[in-house]
């Protein structure tokens, strides 16, 4: 089964709505983020794909992350709970919740702007070349799956 389009406005606005029914004391169903954290977690996703500010990998494990995370990532399979965390989404320390909240609203719609025509076939940080629906998963699925975490 397909999952929902991130990239039109509806799927967009309906993540958006999720987000905001977050408040900072809203707690998980499961894991050792905060809410804030977990926001923080989120726009990591979209800080490899608009700032330079994650160290790509090199050759050797990019190699390994296409062959044995990428399916993971990028597949309309759910995430299970309590995953293991890559070093670069692990959120420590504490975040301002009103801040990671706006920027992931705001990455979400600079994406959805941006529209699928942008990615397809665009270089990820992680995994090389992605189609359009593979964008689309990995950019709907984590953070549905976190969403869901926090019961939104």
């Not at 044995?68 to 504490?94: D, M, W």
């Not at 705001?106 to 529209?115: C, D, E, V």
């Amino acid at each position: 089964m397909a999952l929902p389009n991130i990239f039109t406005a509806e799927v967009a606005d309906d993540v958006i709505s999720r987000i905001n029914k977050l408040t900072p004391q809203t707690s998980p169903g499961w894991g050792k983020m905060n809410v804030a954290q977990m926001l923080a977690h989120c726009c990591v996703t979209y800080e490899m794909v608009y700032e330079d500010k994650h160290p790509k990998p090199g050759l050797f494990m990019k190699l390994i992350l296409k062959m044995l995370v990428k399916n993971k990532v990028v597949s309309e399979i759910p995430y299970k709970h309590n995953n293991p965390t890559a070093p670069a989404f692990l959120i420590t320390g504490e975040r301002d919740f009103n801040t990671e909240k706006a920027r992931l609203i705001a990455y979400i719609q600079k994406t959805q702007q941006l529209g699928e025509k942008a990615f397809d076939g665009r270089e990820s940080h992680s995994f090389g070349s992605l189609t359009i629906t593979e964008w689309r998963n990995m950019f709907y699925k984590h953070i549905d799956h976190h969403l869901t975490q926090f019961g939104c």
